[in-house]
């Protein structure tokens, strides 16, 4: 079984599918590594360290994919058809959204996984990419918060008086959410939480923070524990709720979104202006639309006051440690594909059949085909 690693295109992606520790584990379960030169060197993953374990270097694109049994990469590469026709093919590339992917994969006749789409179970637990990446995201978000708010986040009693602590709002508490929490926590701010799913009320309080809900709860619990989409008036008391919450906050970090879907818009305009001078808003949904109506993706921003920041792809700022837990789902995930060093797709395992996008030429995972055929007719 050979596992070939790719460098990463996308412009801005610093991490890599693999590490060498995890190439060394994988040497011991007779899977043979080939890594594309320099595929590690953003995420401070030298050739060399890859070398040192027993994988094989590949001087391009073309020499690592040709022979391969399976090919992993963060994101799909851009140049699909350098993938061996018939060959296989694990990352991360949003079937449901992207369909140019799919088509791509399915003419090459790509066996394709993808493991945002992974179901949620506990069994699935130690192979989800979504929430590892996710970690990185909400603790980043903070510190970003943190560096733009012209404020203290701690309570500071000083010569010059009591400096009162940060006001930090939290939306979503999944595990960007729940990170985020923690990490305004650790520096000290004085924190709340919402989300329209009122179970995870115990794991906010249980960080300290304080949960806040709409004297008339709104529960939008949806399958597999995400959160679905609202009803109009569902959103409306939602809106209504937060933006009352916004004017009382220093801080407000979003990271609200419906697989599959445009992220919900939390926080309108009149929000935004309805917020203190010098305010910060950190969206993490601004990749498929932002929870706030004013963000811009991947931009910074100033508007009615306060700043908003846009940020995309946040886990590969963090490339050394988000390719570390990436690379360790990874090798869980191929425990499920793998047998005897010989991949055996078994699509009467959940896992398996939740994440195969392709297969012999068609789309055989059935939310994938759905969301096609449901865009080719918009």
């Known amino acids: 079984m050979i596992l070939a690693v790719l460098r990463e295109t996308h412009p801005g992606e610093r991490r890599v599918a693999l590490t060498p520790d995890v190439a060394k584990r994988l040497a011991g379960q007779s899977i043979e590594v080939w890594v ?20 094989t270097m590949k001087p391009d694109r073309a020499a690592v994919c040709s022979g391969a049994d399976l090919v992993a990469s963060v994101r799909a590469p851009s140049d699909i058809d350098a993938l061996s026709e018939g060959g296989a093919f694990l990352g991360v ?20 996984f993808s493991l945002d789409l992974l179901p949620r179970i506990t069994r699935a637990q130690s192979m989800d990419v979504l929430s590892s990446q996710a ?20 309570m500071l009693v000083t010569a010059a008086g009591t400096i009162p602590p940060a006001k930090v709002l939290i939306l979503g508490a999944g595990v960007a959410g729940l990170q985020a929490i923690a990490t305004a926590r650790r520096l000290g701010a004085q924190v709340r939480a919402f989300d329209v799913r009122p179970a995870v009320k115990e794991q906010v309080e249980s960080l300290g923070a304080t949960f806040v809900q709409p004297d008339e709860a709104v529960d939008a619990e949806g399958e ?25 906050v220093d801080v407000i970090i ?46 910074t921003v100033e508007r009615h006051g306060v700043t908003i920041l846009g940020p995309v792809n946040v886990a590969a700022t963090m490339a050394t440690h988000t390719s570390q ?40 995972h059935e939310r994938t ?4 055929e449901g865009g080719a007719g918009s």
């Open 36 to 55: 594309e030169a320099g595929a590690g060197a953003a995420a401070g993953y030298a050739d060399e360290a890859y070398a040192e374990v027993g994988a």
């Open 93 to 112: 590339f949003q079937p449901l959204s992207s369909p140019d992917v799919v088509n791509g994969l399915a003419r090459r006749k790509v066996t394709s």
């Open 135 to 154: 970690t990185a995201a909400g603790y980043k978000a903070v510190l970003l918060a943190s560096t733009h708010l012209p404020k203290f986040f701690p």
């Open 224 to 248: 597999g524990g995400y959160a679905k989409e609202q009803t109009s008036d569902q959103q409306e008391r939602t809106v209504a709720f937060l933006s009352q919450q916004a004017a009382e």
């Open 254 to 299: 979003t990271t609200a979104q419906i697989p599959g879907r445009t992220a919900p818009v939390l926080i309108t305009e009149d929000a935004v202006r309805g917020m203190r001078a010098g305010s910060v808003i950190v969206d993490l949904a601004s990749e498929t639309g932002g929870n706030c109506a004013l963000t811009e993706a991947g931009e």
């Open 325 to 364: 837990m990436f690379a360790k789902n990874v090798q869980s995930f191929l425990g499920e594909l793998l047998k005897d060093g010989a991949m055996e797709l078994d699509f009467d395992n959940e896992i398996v059949v939740g994440t195969c996008i392709t297969h012999e030429g068609k789309v055989v």
């Open 369 to 372: 085909r759905q969301a096609m």
